[in-house]
T-cell receptor
Framework: NAGVTQTPKFQVLKTGQSMTLQCAQD?????MSWYRQDPGMGLRLIHY???????DQGEVPNGYNVSRSTTEDFPLRLLSAAPSQTSVYFC????????????FGQGTRLTVV | DAKTTQPTSMDCAEGRAANLPCNHS???????VYWYRQIHSQGPQYIIH???NNETNEMASLIITEDRKSSTLILPHATLRDTAVYYC?????????????FGKGITLSVRP
């Protein structure tokens, strides 16, 4: 049981490049979400999904796209990377209903130069 | 989601109890109190949650006041590995499940 797996762990991009941060969970969780964390700040919600085929915007969605074609995967796409997107990105998953313990991945540290 | 207020930081001696306070004076009747922690460079980790009764698990105890406007997370015997940022969050149990709203949390430093 791997939990929530994020890849890559580290990435450096040039401004304007695109890339996809991968997130996979093997716990059959309905809910998945992406957060970013900047120095001195708490985690801010980017996008979330309540199930396959359903996504919605969080607090800071601009510059990011998501899709949820399967229960297991929730990739985050940066269409045209900007230095302001330099951050640590965390993916999380949780059950719906009454079980609400959220499991987080170990993060992807992204630098945009 | 109701907002929470936590001190910026605190410390305690190894082996002693760490009592982490949280104020949530605008909490609604259907909102639970959750605690997560984040050890440096790692993803957040769930600790405990509760509605109005005190809760205990293998990691910690959660004490919620009778009026539910504040709570305290208790780590009964703090170790150096408990040094982390602790987040107090209030939100409904179901519904907007994935929308955990993190504040800045409280930094707990456990000293030898």
């Amino acid at each position: 049981n791997a939990g929530v797996t994020q890849t890559p762990k580290f990435q450096v991009l040039k401004t304007g490049q695109s890339m996809t941060l991968q997130c996979a969970q093997d716990m059959n969780h309905e809910y998945m979400s992406w957060y970013r964390q900047d120095p001195g700040m708490g985690l801010r919600l980017i996008h979330y999904s309540v199930g396959a085929g359903i996504t919605d915007q969080g607090e800071v969605p601009n510059g990011y796209n998501v899709s949820r074609s399967t229960t297991e995967d929730f990739p985050l796409r940066l269409l045209s990377a900007a230095p302001s997107q330099t951050s640590v990105y965390f993916c999380a998953s949780s059950y719906g209903g009454r079980l609400t313990e959220a499991f987080f991945g170990q993060g992807t540290r992204l630098t945009v130069v | 989601d109701a907002k929470t207020t936590q001190p910026t930081s605190m410390d305690c001696a190894e082996g002693r109890a760490a009592n982490l306070p949280c104020n949530h004076s605008t909490i609604s009747g259907n909102e639970y109190v959750y605690w997560y922690r984040q050890i440096h460079s790692q993803g957040p980790q769930y600790i405990i949650h509760g509605l109005k009764n005190n809760e205990t698990n293998e990691m910690a105890s959660l004490i919620i006041t009778e009026d539910r406007k504040s709570s305290t997370l208790i780590l009964p015997h703090a170790t150096l590995r408990d040094t982390a940022v602790y987040y107090c969050i209030v939100r409904p149990l179901a519904g907007a499940n994935s929308k955990l709203t993190f504040g800045k949390g409280i930094t707990l430093s456990v000293r030898p």
